[in-house]
């Protein structure tokens, strides 16, 4: 059993509740993935340094909390980037940007030697189709390419 939570909000504040909820994870001996949704040009910046820079601090942000409250606390360091179609303001599951930003986010994990868990495999295709398979396809490998541990959201998040 784990629990996923997201104890630092956009932009760097942490959440109302997070310390209790990371307390009481604590209390009850369960692993934590700490998650860290920025989203691209939303509540972060729209260029690539720049959301990584501050998803990093916010996802590092998390771990502080979770040891200085429990050093050495089981929490997997869970920075999923999203990204936003700046033309409309929409959610864009599966852009470019996002395969690229969930590789560079797996990268950041490894070159810190944390567990890293990464939110890609989704697709804003309404329809099981050859375009559905391609996004969820390229988006996987190239997270697992760059190094990812767990790779999420890849049954489901469709449209």
Not at 59 to 81: C, E, Q
């Amino acid at each position: 059993m784990k629990v996923h939570i997201s104890p630092v909000i956009s932009r760097m504040r942490y959440g109302e509740y997070a310390g209790d909820v990371v307390y009481v994870c604590i209390k009850h001996n369960i692993p934590m993935f700490c998650i860290t949704t920025a989203q691209a040009g939303a509540t972060a910046p729209a260029i690539m340094a720049g959301f990584l820079a501050q998803s990093l601090a916010e996802t590092l942000a998390s771990l502080v909390m979770v040891h200085g409250i429990s050093p050495g606390y089981p929490m997997v360091f869970s920075n999923w980037p999203l990204v936003i179609d700046l033309r409309t303001g929409a959610f864009s599951g599966d852009s470019g940007e996002s395969a690229l930003l969930n590789a560079a986010s797996a990268q950041l994990s490894n070159w810190l030697d944390l567990p890293s868990s990464v939110a890609c495999s989704m697709t804003d295709v309404k329809a099981i189709d050859a375009q559905y398979g391609v996004e969820k396809g390229i988006s996987s490998l190239v997270a697992a390419s760059a190094g990812g541990n767990l790779i999420y959201e890849s049954s489901g998040m469709t449209a």
